[in-house]
Each structure stands twice: as C-alpha cells, then as structure tokens.
C-alpha cells in the first residue's frame, strides 16, 4: 500500500538516506571514546561540518515553513530577516561571540552551556537554572520542529501522524544518544546539504514556472490590488513593497511588526540559543571560526533567503497554477470576523 502511495523509487531514495544516517550516528559512536567527545564533539571538528551543523540547527520548520508562511501574508519586506540573520546569527556570532565562547570553554574545559556558565561565574546556582531552562523550553521548542517534520512525513507518505513521530523520533534519537554531538553534527552536515540543495531546486522551480525572474516579480507587484483591506489599513502595500514607517496611526502597525517583532526579535535572538553557542566550543582555533563565516552565510542566505522569497511569490503562483474552487458556495460561516470557511455543493 505504500509502495503504491509513494512510489518504489521514493521508498528506497528514504531508505539509502536512512542507512547514511545509521552511519552517520555509528561512525560518531566510534570516535567517541571520552565525554568531551561525547558532548562537545572532542574540540577537533572540521570547520564545514561546524558551520553545516550550525545552519542546520539554527533553521528549522519555523524558520523555513513558519516563516515562509509570514512571507507569503506580509510579502518581501521580511527578507530583511535573512540580512539580520546573516549579520547577526553568523557574522557577529562567529567574529565575536563564538571566539569568546570556544576559548573560555576550552580554558576552563566545560562541556555544556550551564556548565560554562556556572565555571565563568564561580555558581553552582547559576548552572542549576540555567539547566532547568533549557530542560523546560528547549522540548518545546524540539516539539515545533517535530511537528512540523511528522506532518510532513505523514501527507507525502499517507501514513498515520502518530507512527510518523514515533519513527522520527527512533532515528533522531537513535544517532543522539549512540553518536553524541559528533554523531549530531555529523548527521546535521548531511541534512544541511540537503536542505540547501533541495532549497535551490525549489527557488529554480518556483521562478520557472513563473517565467523567470522579473516576470516573477512584476506578477507580484500586479497583485498589490488583491491585499485584503484589514492588511491595506496597517500599511501593507503589495507583498514586494516595504511598508511605510511613522508613528501614532494605524498604517505603520506593519512596519513595526516587520521590523521590530520579526526582524529584530527574531533576528537578535539566535544569540541566546545554547544549542548553538555549544557549537562554537567544537572546534580547535579561532581560525575554524574564520573558515566556517562563509559557509555558514552562504547556507542562511539560502535556506531564510529561498524560503522567503518562494513565499511571497506563492501568491504570484498559486494567482496563476492554483485550481479554482469547483461546485458551488453553500454557505459562509463567520464572515464578519476577518475570514470566511466556503462548504462547497460538488
């Protein structure tokens, strides 16, 4: 019945990539003969791989699918979250804060965020709570990147939600706990490349179906008239317009929410991420750093950059390739409240 649903081809592509992972997880399992290469990959790990890891790790579903779905609502002026990203999440990241943090780390040879914390600031209180943090918040936020990857499994290949997450999360924590970090890392460096192939064949996809670029975009631009008026009355003026700024009136609501709510919220707070920071402790000098700035930048442009870009010029595309509802409209239900469910007579 799967073979049927997904196609053979489909299957074993899945399956190869699934005994790369094992491999993946095994081979870290190997080189893992102490705790500091269990937990901070031996300090020894391959600039590529490091930056990979560190793309890998910083995009996730919310980035990619949330936030192209932002895109696709507010247009390209969110595209000013990929610069800050850039700049923030790896040029300040790897030039300032990660050759602190690798340096302290190995000087005062800690192995996870709270630890270095509590060893820079002499506090045992201090690495208690900040292990409780993350113990209460990073689940969540691995909740939201499950979901969206078992949904995904689930409708491409027409199997139950609930065996799609219990398969998940066998495999991840299988090359987890057998690998450790080297194992992570490793399998982070091979989902990165994906990611980024897959993201460029996707940007390809999408500007070709539309003509090329500039037709892309001018078909964009033709459809500022189709903005809903509760997006018009806070400022949105087609989704390849940046929205006005100013103060005090309704009509710069958007500009505020772009830049201060999406970009700078979220931009900012890639520096906070302990998952990340550990990252910078896993390699053996500065100048690993220095080499992974551009692979690091090159992979956010793409994966932020594609996935938003792709979802402002979704409303260009589904204007032109999307199938019209077919039938006949039964009713509206609550329409007075800003959006209206169609119950279609086939």
């Not at 991840?172 to 970090?181: E, N, P, R």
């Not at 990252?279 to 932020?304: C, H, K, P, Q, Y």
């Not at 792709?310 to 609550?334: C, H, R, Y």
């Amino acid at each position: 019945m799967l073979a049927q649903a997904v196609g053979v081809k489909e299957i074993l592509i899945v399956l190869i990539y699934l005994l790369i992972v094992v491999y993946l997880g095994w081979l870290g399992y190997s080189r893992t003969k102490t705790a500091t290469d269990y937990l901070i990959a031996g300090r020894k790990i391959h600039p590529f791989v490091m930056a990979m890891s560190y793309g890998a790790t910083f995009i996730s579903t919310s980035a990619i699918v949330g936030f192209g779905g932002v895109a696709g609502l507010f247009g390209m002026s969110v595209l000013w979250l990929t610069f800050l990203n850039i700049f923030v999440g790896i040029f300040i990241a790897f030039v300032f804060l990660g050759p602190a943090a690798r340096q302290m780390g190995h000087r005062l040879d800690a192995h996870t965020f709270p630890e270095l914390l509590a060893r820079r600031f002499d506090s045992k209180f201090i690495q208690v709570f900040a292990g409780l943090v993350i113990f209460l918040f990073i689940p969540l936020y691995a909740a939201a990147v499950l979901i969206g990857g078992c949904e995904f499994i689930a409708t491409q290949f027409q199997i139950d939600y609930n065996i799609a997450l219990l398969v998940f999360s066998v495999i991840i924590a299988a090359y987890v706990v057998m690998g450790g970090l080297k194992g992570v890392m490793y399998s982070d460096a091979l989902q990165g490349t994906i990611m980024f192939i897959g993201m460029l064949t996707l940007l390809l996809f999408t500007y070709g179906k539309l003509g090329g670029i500039t037709p892309a975009h001018e078909s964009l631009g033709d459809l500022a008239s189709l903005v809903p008026g509760k997006l018009q009355a806070i400022g949105h003026r087609g989704w390849t317009a940046m929205p006005p700024f100013g103060f005090g009136d309704k009509q710069y609501d958007l500009w505020w929410i772009v830049v201060s709510t999406i970009t700078l919220g979220v931009g900012i707070g890639v520096l906070a991420q302990p998952q990340l920071v550990v990252r910078f402790m896993t390699v053996r000098s500065r100048r690993e750093l220095n080499r992974a700035v551009l692979v690091g930048g090159l992979f956010i442009l793409i994966m932020t950059g594609v996935a938003f870009t792709v979802g402002s010029l979704s409303n260009a595309f589904f204007a032109k390739e999307g199938k019209p509802f077919v039938g006949q409209v039964a009713k509206t239900i609550d329409a007075d409240k800003g959006h209206v469910v169609l119950q279609l007579m086939k």
